[in-house]
């Protein structure tokens, strides 16, 4: 008996099953066929000798007449009511077509249509005839509120939906919601109270640990004049030396390290982790072939002694400070200035904001103050360490920053690093010196006027005075031809200086190609890097060993391209310039090449954000508007700079920016030093820098019958099916110049085809195939 029950039940299931499939279906034919109806298909309500375009064929096109015509727009909600039925079905297992259906059903069909008919919509005849009679009796109001109700009654009894769940399900999700909200806010405040005690347990610590040290008192009651500053070089660390203008008032003590705050220290060079040599590693470098023993540096003399220091009188540097303070006052930005720095150029005001001032409202007044204090412009910015706010204020007499003060500080001297760079002074006087090996590459920008050319020549000169003709070799690029020619036929140049954009654009390719020669010569060599490889030189010369060619073994020098306008190269050749200097700058740190770009127009399109990107080192000079400003250097300011030499640096490994006043060295220094150097050596150019492949066939004529490689790169190409100059560079350890004519021999020998898009490569032809075959059977012959 139980199993005869059983097995009802299932009969039953399965045929609810087919029902509700069966709806389904019905609904995706209904729907179609509404989808897809066409006035013009023959059907029971209009005559047409036209064929039947209706996706449903020709029931489709008569069941949508007469449901459109019937019930209008409320037809396409028929087949949503026979799915949401079979979905039910399959859900309850039970398939109950009861009366209670079938009323809401007809009630939905009308209520549904009167509405579409009141509101001008199309409800075709049970919809006119509907609302025709609901207006008569109710009005147009009570029409929509009754077939409103009648609508809202009608799909629960369809689909047996209860609103009481509905609304019982939407407070059940509230109240998970509201709970998890609590549990959020409970969390929150737990944290903020522990991070509240840990910061109460670090200042207790530290109030603790400062009661055992010698207390220095930064605060100062507001009748008490701020201190005065001078030149931080001058003065020892533990100096207490700045005194207060009024004897008789209280002595307060400032700290004078200004400088060490914003400066790092000069780092010495990279420790070299000494690796064992292979015995088949290649013989020295042949590039340098001058020996410089007994070159003699360019001396000091030659650059101009800096006058003495100038200073402003303590009476004006407090008016100043008087006047920043009541001007602030003016627009509710209250505080004192408590500390006065004089630097050579500006002076910063040290200002104390009293608690609620915001920072940005500060900042915001620098306009107003240059108005008050007639200064041509001021720059307003935190100072690291401190809860001070910085006013930078132009001198009224303006100090210039000589290059020899700098080369002859103690910073300068101690530098190991041959690429050091004397910068200038920081804003509180400091000498600023840096390492062009730590950066690795330089990125410069300036307006006309702004001091960049000076700030290049300080540069080079910096490392004239610093390295050898066989230490560091110079690319020079001046396609203005006015800054960079005093330099010529100095044994530092690798090339002569280079006027065209386009042989700028074959230097950087060939500086990539040397980039990759120099790190399969390191890796022979089992070094890391360009200062690992000379210290492996010099162990082995003191050892007296010899290269391959019995001969002393060579320096591998670092090489310095610099490149006088950006803008220019890439308008010639934008693309392929770009990615040159992107390769130089992610991977010729260690074989010793470093980049130094200098643009007048730091737009978007020249510093494009794939060079930006590997330049983290950057000068910015005075620009033209904060769009610059922030291109160079990601924020404004630069646009505040007073110019001739003022500039903003953006040090390596830092986000803080360094305010510098640039060194000056004047064009007759620069030539002086020059001619001294000339009189040391020639220069030894390297003229397949800026060859181009048609001079270069031309000089060497490129063919199988005068390279020594050809029949080799054949073979290269033939092996791998495809050919490409990189390929040929690579498998080869040629330049790009000599791969690039290689190769358009093997073109017009007709053993390579066109460049094939697709490959990124040129299709190897089969006449190479059976070139490459005659060549060996012949060598074998020999």
């Given at each position: 008996m139980a199993t005869k029950i059983e097995r009802r039940k299932k009969h039953t299931s399965y045929s609810d099953e087919v029902v509700a499939i069966t709806l389904i279906a019905i609904a995706l034919l209904i729907l179609l066929s509404l989808i897809s109806y066409n006035e013009t298909?023959?059907?029971?309500?209009?005559?047409?000798?036209?064929?039947?375009?209706?996706?449903?064929?020709?029931?489709?096109?008569?069941?949508?007449?007469?449901?459109?015509?019937?019930?209008?727009?409320?037809?396409?909600?028929?087949?949503?009511?026979?799915?949401?039925?079979?979905?039910?079905?399959?859900?309850?297992?039970?398939?109950?077509?009861?009366?209670?259906?079938?009323?809401?059903?007809?009630?939905?069909?009308?209520?549904?249509?009167?509405?579409?008919?009141?509101?001008?919509?199309?409800?075709?005849?049970?919809?006119?005839?509907?609302?025709?009679?609901?207006?008569?009796?109710v009005g147009k109001v009570g029409a929509i509120i009754l077939l409103s109700f009648i609508l809202i009654i009608s799909v629960p009894l369809i689909t047996s939906f209860s609103l009481s769940y509905f609304i019982d399900g939407i407070k059940i999700s509230l109240r998970v919601i509201l709970k998890k909200a609590q549990a959020i806010l409970r969390n929150y405040q737990d944290w903020r109270r522990e991070r509240r005690q840990k910061a109460i347990e670090r200042r207790n610590l530290r109030l603790r640990s400062e009661e055992n040290k010698p207390k220095i008192s930064i605060e100062q009651d507001k009748d008490v004049e701020p201190s005065i500053i001078r030149n931080s070089n001058e003065l020892p660390r533990d100096s207490n030396a700045f005194s207060n203008i009024k004897p008789n008032q209280e002595e307060i003590s400032i700290s004078n390290d200004l400088s060490d705050e914003f400066i790092d220290d000069i780092e010495p060079q990279a420790e070299i982790i000494s690796y064992p040599l292979k015995d088949t590693a290649h013989g020295g470098e042949p590039e340098v072939r001058q020996n410089f023993e007994n070159y003699e540096f360019p001396p000091l003399d030659f650059l101009t002694s800096p006058p003495p220091h100038l200073e402003q009188r303590d009476e004006e540097l407090l008016a100043i400070a008087e006047q920043i303070m009541s001007k602030t006052k003016e627009f509710n930005v209250t505080g004192r200035v408590v500390n006065i720095c004089q630097g050579p150029v500006v002076t910063t005001y040290e200002f104390k904001p009293d608690p609620g001032v915001k920072y940005s409202k500060i900042v915001s007044l620098a306009d107003d103050l240059c108005l008050a204090l007639k200064a041509d412009s001021i720059r307003i910015d935190r100072i690291p360490g401190k809860a001070y706010v910085g006013i930078e204020v132009p001198n009224a007499r303006r100090e210039t920053i000589f290059l020899r003060e700098i080369i002859e500080s103690r910073k300068f001297?101690?530098?190991?690093?041959?690429?050091?760079?004397?910068?200038?002074?920081?804003?509180?006087?400091?000498?600023?010196?840096?390492?062009?090996?730590?950066?690795?590459?330089?990125?410069?920008?300036?307006?006309?006027?702004?001091?960049?050319?000076?700030?290049?020549?300080?540069?080079?000169?910096?490392?004239?005075?610093?390295?050898?003709?066989?230490?560091?070799?110079f690319i020079m690029v001046d396609p203005?031809?006015?800054?960079?020619?005093?330099?010529?036929?100095?044994?530092?140049?690798?090339?002569?200086?280079?006027?065209?954009?386009?042989?700028?654009?074959?230097?950087?390719?060939?500086?990539?190609?040397?980039?990759?020669?120099?790190?399969?010569?390191?890796?022979?060599?089992?070094?890391?890097?360009?200062?690992?490889?000379?210290?492996?030189?010099?162990?082995?010369?003191?050892?007296?060993?010899?290269?391959?060619?019995?001969?002393?073994?060579?320096?591998?020098?670092?090489?310095v391209i610099i490149i006088d306008e950006l803008a220019d190269l890439m308008m010639v050749a934008g693309k392929e310039v770009e990615e040159?200097?992107?390769?130089?700058?992610?991977?010729?740190?260690?074989?010793?090449?470093?980049?130094?770009?200098?643009?007048?127009?730091?737009?978007?399109?020249?510093?494009?954000?794939?060079?930006?990107?590997?330049?983290?080192?950057?000068?910015?000079?005075?620009?033209?508007?904060?769009?610059?400003?922030?291109?160079?250097?990601?924020?404004?300011?630069?646009?505040?700079?007073?110019?001739?030499?003022?500039?903003?640096?953006?040090?390596?490994?830092?986000?803080?920016?360094?305010?510098?006043?640039?060194?000056?060295?004047d064009e007759k220094e620069i030539f002086k030093i020059v001619e001294h150097i000339k009189t040391q050596g020639k220069p030894e150019y390297d003229e397949t820098i800026t060859k181009t492949v048609d001079e270069m066939e031309k000089d060497e004529d490129f063919s199988e019958n005068t390279d020594p490689l050809f029949w080799e790169a054949l073979?290269?190409?033939?092996?791998?099916?495809?050919?490409?100059?990189?390929?040929?560079?690579?498998?080869?350890?040629?330049?790009?110049?000599?791969?690039?004519?290689?190769?358009?021999?093997?073109?017009?020998?007709?053993?390579?085809?066109?460049?094939?898009?697709?490959?990124?490569?040129?299709?190897?032809?089969?006449?190479?195939?059976?070139?490459?075959?005659?060549?060996?059977?012949?060598?074998?012959?020999?």
């Open positions: 298909d023959p059907s029971v309500i209009t005559s047409s000798n036209e064929p039947v375009k209706n996706l449903v064929g020709v029931v489709g096109s008569n069941l949508s007449a007469i449901l459109l015509s019937a019930i209008g727009w409320t037809a396409y909600a028929l087949p949503l009511l026979f799915i949401t039925l079979s979905f039910q079905i399959f859900r309850f297992k039970s398939a109950c077509f009861d009366a209670s259906k079938i009323t809401g059903f007809l009630l939905f069909i009308l209520s549904s249509s009167g509405l579409v008919s009141i509101f001008g919509g199309y409800g075709a005849i049970t919809g006119s005839i509907t609302s025709k009679i609901l207006l008569y009796l001297r101690d530098s190991d690093s041959l690429l050091t760079i004397a910068l200038g002074k920081t804003i509180d006087g400091s000498n600023y010196v840096t390492d062009l090996a730590k950066m690795p590459h330089l990125l410069i920008a300036g307006a006309t006027g702004s001091g960049k050319s000076v700030g290049v020549n300080a540069l080079i000169v910096s490392i004239l005075y610093k390295a050898k003709p066989n230490e560091v070799k203005k031809r006015l800054e960079l020619g005093v330099y010529a036929d100095i044994p530092h140049l690798a090339t002569p200086i280079i006027t065209d954009p386009k042989r700028a654009a074959i230097s950087l390719k060939w500086a990539v190609s040397e980039m990759e020669r120099r790190y399969k010569y390191l890796a022979g060599w089992g070094v890391r890097n360009i200062d690992g490889y000379n210290s492996e030189i010099e162990k082995r010369n003191a050892e007296g060993k010899l290269d391959e060619d019995g001969k002393p073994y060579k320096r591998m020098p670092y090489i040159s200097i992107t390769r130089l700058a992610q991977m010729a740190r260690a074989v010793g090449i470093h980049l130094v770009l200098a643009t007048q127009r730091p737009s978007v399109d020249v510093i494009t954000g794939l060079i930006k990107a590997n330049f983290p080192s950057r000068i910015s000079f005075r620009v033209s508007s904060k769009v610059d400003s922030r291109t160079i250097i990601d924020t404004n300011g630069a646009e505040r700079l007073l110019g001739k030499g003022d500039m903003l640096f953006l040090p390596p490994g830092s986000s803080q920016i360094i305010r510098i006043h640039g060194a000056f060295v073979k290269v190409i033939v092996n791998a099916k495809r050919a490409s100059t990189s390929l040929l560079q690579r498998h080869l350890r040629i330049g790009y110049g000599r791969a690039a004519a290689i190769l358009d021999a093997m073109v017009r020998a007709g053993y390579v085809g066109e460049m094939d898009n697709s490959l990124r490569a040129r299709p190897v032809l089969q006449a190479a195939f059976e070139a490459l075959a005659d060549f060996e059977q012949k060598q074998e012959q020999i």
